[in-house]
């Protein structure tokens, strides 16, 4: 506060007032929104911090088994339940956990924010060592104040929309300023907690055991509804990637070398060390060779940075960097110099196995309806009749194709940019599959996955690029988003694997076949429960098809930050999931403020990744144990079955509606959202106007601006009303029976809860006024106001507590330091918002837009409550 006094002191009074907080209009509340936002922005450092802090009090204190979500925990509680150590490292060895950073234009805050936040962050993290003297303190308080003075003078907003390339450096910068480094210590981490088991130490000869993080990107290689997202672009995500990490490893060789003055005068290495060793020496005549003479470590370690400047010259296979890093290991530890080794040497290869010549995976995403019309331009070219999609002619036209050892040559001067497009991009994944690291791509991702003829499609594209007749060096992987495709996705998969080319690709592949699970969007099309049930039933459906084929799902969880898009507790997220369901594998995508969130300093990005890999070791290894129970309660089921189709016909009843999209429009900030200058994406896939095509985090970015958070919690109280009066008192008990006893109805509960507790009806209703039709306004709000009541009413029977998230005080603690001054941000927003949309003449038509200049103070107080709730989409 004491800056904003200096700078603003009118701001600081009142900031101060609590409660009482009233801002200007017009351009007198910038500096207000802007001191707040600071505010907001400052107390999430001070809580990360916090968190940090607490778990390092509870290890000094109780020891590393009784922090939440670490390798020790978990690994005395898989030994209490009687599964042997070395069933665990077994599972560990096996393990695939893929955090995938995406760029979905859910962060608020600028890059050069980001990074203020976190020198504040490692300035905060200063100031908790003892030894410092007054005066040092003090220093440090003026490091921090300097911070904050330049997040008052540099302004939040973005001025342009970020570029493509920004956003890829967006995502690099948490690579170069924690992941690099955290990955390491992660390793340490779990041979540290398998140690008094039994484990592998990871000295010289031992395997160690170890967690298997892949990290996965997708920014730069979706081009779902992203004009943006070339060929070319993708080439240049992969060469950042690149550069980036070879960096790093130049960085970590360089120092290891300047550290390691072993003279062989002093200390000889065994003949056999010796000739290992000299393989990685520089060559008689290298120059190098008569730097540093009689050491040889030196000159090793000089020999590999010069190597991997040169990638791919330097090292044509990243597994030949890898194995140079274990001979100067190797060597070290026969010489007794094993702490150098580990310290210097073994942390680099520990990063080159994770992040290799690429930092992150990238991933292929784009829509089926692109892959579609992309075929049948090709199909045309050839000069036959084009057959109708989705009919048996093109399914027959497919089949026939992908089983043909020849297909005809396509002129890609006559075709068009979406054809040469699509098709140098598959030629560009092939090379990159042939490159010095063969992971640098992953999977092309297939949104909107309809049906067996989408996944064909792709096969059938990749051969016309220039990809094999027999087998294809292609992961196809279907996005099923909608309720009615996760329904559809068991016989879609079936049906697929029937056709040999696609079976013979995915067995070269292992036994595990990938599939994506769309949150956000099956939450968009069905609500909150009737989503989290139908994914539940989608993987178990899933799962027992391919078991029929002797195959197993590897799922790849879509989640976004917020409740509505699936975000939960990463323990309890992962343990509700059905049993036997993640197994060795499991990726998840991290969104915007979420990465942030995770990764944006060291400590914090180390212990997410351990409680994401421990919650996956946990899972898997229960299930290879046999120890998860495999039968499921058919009388919960039967309740979540009759819970979701009450909740789906009253969230559905509520989106058909007449009205119900202009409703939409006038009551929130939708279409002044798109202004919002957050991501490169549009906030529609193919510029339509309708509520079909508005993708999900606009969605869900404008309920959470009005406060309805109707994505969270619209159809529970009807569902749960409903059970109730048909099943009586047995079904009350049933219902807080399952509460305690089914991990998927307490996890769902406690989220609806939640959405409930941070959802206001009175400030609803300020954003109801907006609509300008009230016949329209009174059907509609009423409708949500009645169904918050009862969705209130349902939670707090199920808890038995006398009010919202008692249950959850750090919630309730960290939402009562924001919401009067939130609240002070959403009276002026509606504020904002009458006054803009005046200048249209009212509000917008039914499917159209506000044309109206977005005012900075109004972009600024979308900017403040997002910062104020802690997530935006």
């Known amino acids: 506060m004491q800056v904003i ?37 400052l107390l999430r450092i001070i809580e990360e911090n916090a968190e940090i802090r607490d778990r390092r009090h509870v290890e000094t204190r109780d020891g590393p088994a009784a922090v939440d979500g670490s390798f020790c925990q978990a690994l005395r509680q898989l030994n209490g339940e009687g599964i042997p150590t070395a069933d665990i490292l077994a599972a560990a060895s096996r393990l695939s956990v893929g955090p995938t950073l995406t760029a979905h234009p859910t962060e608020a805050k600028r890059v050069t924010v980001l990074e203020i936040h976190r020198r504040i962050y490692r300035t905060l993290v200063s100031l908790e060592t003892h030894r410092w003297t007054p005066r040092e303190r003090a220093a440090l308080m003026e490091d921090i104040r300097a911070e904050i003075d330049l997040l008052w003078m540099t302004g939040e907003l973005r001025r342009e929309r970020p570029s493509l390339d920004d956003e890829i450096d967006w995502g690099l910068q948490f690579f170069r300023d924690s992941l690099y480094r955290a990955v390491p210590e992660l390793y340490d981490r779990f041979n540290e907690a398998v140690a008094p088991f039994g484990g592998a130490s990871g000295a010289s000869g031992a395997k160690e055991a170890q967690p298997c993080i892949r990290f996965h990107s997708w920014i730069g290689g979706d081009r779902d509804g992203n004009p943006n997202v070339t060929a070319q672009a993708t080439a240049r995500a992969l060469s950042r990637g690149r550069a980036a990490v070879l960096r790093e490893y130049g960085r970590g060789l360089d120092e290891a070398a300047a550290r390691i003055s072993i003279s062989s005068a002093i200390v000889a290495l065994p003949a056999p060390v010796a000739a290992d060793l000299a393989r990685v020496l520089p060559r008689e005549g290298d120059p190098a060779s008569a730097r540093n003479p009689g050491e040889l470590f030196r000159q090793a370690l000089s020999t590999v940075a010069q190597r991997i400047a040169a990638v791919p010259a330097g090292y044509a296979h990243v597994q030949d960097f890898i194995a140079d890093l274990e001979v100067i290991e190797n060597a070290l530890h026969a010489i007794g110099a094993g702490r150098l080794a580990q310290r210097l040497v073994r942390p680099i290869r520990r990063q080159a196995q994770v992040f290799g010549f690429r930092t992150a995976t990238l991933d292929i995403r ?23 999609f989705g009919t048996a002619a093109w399914s027959a036209r497919l089949r026939r194709e992908l089983a043909a050892p020849a297909l005809a040559h396509i002129d890609q001067h006559r075709a068009s940019e979406p054809v040469r497009e699509l098709l140098a991009l598959l030629r560009l994944m092939r090379e990159a599959r042939n490159g010095p690291d063969p992971e640098a791509t992953g999977p092309f991702i297939l949104s909107m996955t309809r049906s067996c003829d989408d996944l064909l499609a792709v096969y059938l594209l990749a051969r016309y690029a220039g990809f094999g007749a027999e087998t294809l060096d292609l992961r196809v992987v279907p996005l099923f988003e909608t309720i009615e495709d996760l329904r559809a996705a068991p016989a879609i998969l079936a049906e697929f694997l029937s056709v040999p080319l696609a079976r013979r690709s995915l ?63 990463t323990a309890r997220a992962i343990a509700a999931q059905p049993p036997g369901t993640v197994v060795d594998r499991m990726r998840t995508t991290d969104q915007g403020e979420v990465v942030s969130s995770k990764y944006a300093n060291r400590g914090t990005a180390l212990s997410q990744l351990e409680l994401l890999a421990s919650s996956v070791l946990a899972h898997t290894a229960r299930a290879r144990a046999g120890a998860v129970e495999t039968a499921r309660d058919p009388e919960h089921d039967d309740a979540l079955e009759a819970l979701s189709g009450m909740s789906q016909t009253a969230y559905a009843t509520l989106l058909n509606q007449p009205g119900f999209l202009s409703y939409f429009q006038q009551a929130s900030p939708v279409e002044e959202l798109a202004r919002l200058k957050i991501g490169s994406r549009p906030a529609r896939r193919f510029g339509a106007a309708s509520l079909a095509d508005l993708r999900a985090i606009p969605w869900v970015f404008a309920w959470s601006q009005n406060r309805h958070l109707i994505t969270g919690w619209y159809g529970f109280g009807a569902a749960v009303g409903s059970f109730r009066r048909f099943r009586g008192a047995q079904g009350d008990r049933l219902l807080r029976r399952m509460l305690t006893r089914s991990p998927l109805f307490g996890l769902i509960v406690d989220e609806v809860e939640k959405s409930l507790f941070q959802t206001d009806m009175d400030l609803a209703r300020l954003y109801a006024e907006l609509v300008s039709a009230p016949d329209l306004r009174g059907q509609i709000f009423d409708m949500i106001a009645r ?25 309730r603690a960290r939402f009562a330091r924001v919401a009067p001054q939130l609240t002070a941000v959403h009276r002026l927003q509606t504020d904002l918002l009458r006054d803009a949309r005046s200048a249209d003449g009212g509000s917008a038509p039914v499917g159209g837009a506000h044309n109206h200049t977005v005012p900075v103070p109004l972009l600024q107080t979308m900017n403040t409550i997002a910062a104020g709730l802690g997530w935006t989409g």
């Open 5 to 41: 006094e200096q700078r603003a002191p009118a701001v600081a009074t009142a900031l101060q007032s609590g409660g009482g907080l009233q801002i200007p209009r017009g351009a007198a509340a910038i500096p207000y929104l802007q001191a707040l936002n600071i505010r907001f922005q």
């Open 366 to 388: 784009q829509n089926s309806t692109v892959t579609t019309a992309v075929l049948s331009e090709i199909w045309a070219m050839t000069g036959e009749e084009v057959p109708e």
């Open 507 to 569: 067995k070269a592949q292992g036994a595990a076949v990938e599939v994506m699970l769309g949150y956000s969007d099956s939450n968009k099309d069905g609500g909150f429960l009737c989503s989290t049930w139908e994914l539940d039933k989608a993987q178990r459906r899933i799962s027992r098809a391919l078991a029929a084929l002797d195959l197993r799902p590897a799922f790849f969880h879509g989640r976004g930050g917020s409740v509505s898009r699936g975000g939960a507790p």
């Open 787 to 811: 169904e918050y009541d009862a969705s209130r009413a349902a939670v707090l029977f199920l808890t038995g507590e006398d009010d919202l998230a008692r249950r959850f005080p750090q919630l």
